[in-house]
């Protein structure tokens, strides 16, 4: 057993594992039970591990549709404490050599420092090329993120592991992939294991190395000094619209390396002052707004949460958090009077004294 794996399986690192997998969810019903054992439930991981027993369970699946129809796979509890211990002992080599301005699932990075980020670098130059990857997590082929992986980590046994994984995420996402061939490819091409199922921590994971060499690729090989991606959207900056187009045509031949490919007809080098359509904003070198569909979203959202408080389904602090939550993060925009129109439209009404069917003194 190599050292990494043995710190994978240790005591320490499973309960830590534990911790994180259960953070915010202690009062779900699957993070209850393990907790209710928790001591033998974690030898028992420990043992399976460490024997080479262990075998993941089967997905939940579910489909969310904001900001677009996605497939959201939860794996079991016990899968997810495994998820965080893997991550525990092999995140920091990778930590070390991701470029400083991919933002998604890490630490001191997330959603609003990049938005921060894109608007310095709107305010430096003159043009953006804005891009997404169609079908990212439905197109991630396995071999060649396997093969990334490798790279940072020689163990065989920790290796054997992430294939377990891996493999118990294979077809999840199917239904969702649209077949694209790619130069080179035969006839087998689509039978090549892909997709990693939107949910876990390891997915998310696994996104950024996978696309780690592309980063590396815009900023070594295309030396483009401003840059910045989060999970599959990225852009990229300068004082020239030829440049940008250059830009797009070589990372085109790049991505299909990862047998990725472009929203196209979406990515466009335009000029700052048009504003960036970035992570639930449109950000401006010297203002940003929320996007119209993201206040019609909250609208609605706030509206249904304000109907269960006042049908007696959630508490005042369940409401309130969920009100909180939205202006504490579209305070990063240019919000003030967008807050008060949304919240105005939150009508309370008196709840009676007695409601029906309530037991009166």
Known sequence: MSEAFARICSWDNLLEAYRKAARGKRGRA??????F?????????????ETGRYRPGGYVHFFVHEPKRRKIS????RDRVVHHALCNVIEARFERLFIADSYANRTGKGTHRAVDRLQQFARRYRYVLRADIVQHFPSIDHAILRATLARAIPEDDVMALIDILLASGSGVLDGEYDMVYFPGDDLLANCRPRGLPIGNLTSQFWSNCYLHPFDQFVKRELACPAYLRYV?????????KSELWAWKRAIVLRLARLRLTLHEAATQALPVACGIPWLGFVVYPDHR????????????????RLAEYQAGHMSFAEFDASVQGWIN???YADSWGLRRHVLARLRFRRLPENPPGAARP
């Open 232 to 240: 599959d959207d990225f852009a990229l900056f300068s004082d020239s």
């Open 30 to 35: 699957t993070a209850a039970r393990f907790e």
């Open 37 to 49: 054992d928790l001591a033998e439930r974690l030898l028992e991981l420990k043992r399976d591990l």
């Open 74 to 77: 939860a794996a079991p509890f």
């Open 289 to 304: 707004r929320v996007k119209a569909r993201k206040v019609r979203a909250a609208t609605r959202s706030l509206g249904a």
């Open 329 to 331: 993060h579209v305070r």
